[in-house]
């Protein structure tokens, strides 16, 4: 069975410092996997996806992740974080024969300090 | 316009009550999912739909029904709430299922 384990529920970082929030995840075939952002009272929306293509993807906002097959791992970076960074952020992995529906990781919760 | 709506947008009802939450989509998707999201569980797939005439139960479907009424809607209903079912509740779409688009949410309360 496919499951996604994200490492700490809360980060907190100072403004301009590097992000990292870091992604696990499990799965038998190859997974297509997913970082989604969640601002306060808002829905999902996707930051970035990898999709069996180049193992570095760039998605929205500076933010990127790096797939690692050997680590099992797709963990998400910016280099400098900004105020408005301050959201929750879920990381999800998709397989394509179970008719490609999502499981979510934990979330974390990524605070900003000034 | 948004893409993808959820009414309500918060609902607040009582234990034993029969309670609809809608999703409508103007994104011409085919797939369309229902999820719950409880604080430090993620996202949990409540029910699924690959048209109107497909629906599959997600790992967490007991106490929910769904109905697809059309391509662009699908509605989730609690036949008689209960109070571990206070959550939000997200409605999403997608074409292959890998990009989901989210609607806003319902935040739903049962006392």
């Known amino acids: 069975a496919q499951s996604v384990t994200q490492l700490g529920s809360h980060v907190s970082v100072s403004e301009g410092a590097l992000v990292l929030l870091r992604c696990n995840y499990s799965s038998s075939v190859p997974p297509y996997l997913f970082w989604y952002v969640q601002y306060p009272n808002q829905g999902l929306q996707l930051l970035l996806k990898?999709?069996?293509?180049?193992?570095l993807v760039k998605g929205i906002n500076g933010f990127e992740a790096e797939f690692k097959k050997s680590e099992t791992s797709f963990h998400l970076t910016k280099p400098s974080a900004h105020m408005s960074d301050a959201a929750e952020y879920f990381c999800?992995?998709?397989?394509?024969?179970?008719?490609?529906?999502?499981?979510f990781g934990q979330g974390t919760e990524l605070s900003v300090k000034p | 316009d948004a893409d993808v709506t959820q009414t309500p947008r918060n609902r607040i009802t009582k234990t034993g009550k029969r309670i609809m939450l809608e999703c409508s989509q103007t994104k011409g998707h085919d797939r369309m999912y229902w999820y719950r999201q409880d604080p430090g569980l993620g996202l949990r797939l409540i029910y699924y739909s690959f048209d109107v005439k497909d629906i599959n139960k997600g790992e967490i479907s007991d106490g929910y029904s769904v109905s697809r009424q059309a391509q662009a809607k699908f509605s989730l209903s609690l036949e008689s709430a209960i109070p571990n079912q206070t959550a939000l509740y997200f409605c999403?779409?997608?074409?292959?299922?890998?990009?989901?688009?989210f609607g806003p949410g319902t935040r739903l309360t049962v006392l």
């Open positions: 999403a779409t997608s074409v292959t299922g890998n990009e989901q688009f």
């Open positions: 999800a992995v998709s397989v394509q024969n179970q008719g490609g529906k999502l499981i």
């Open positions: 990898y999709t069996s293509a180049a193992t």
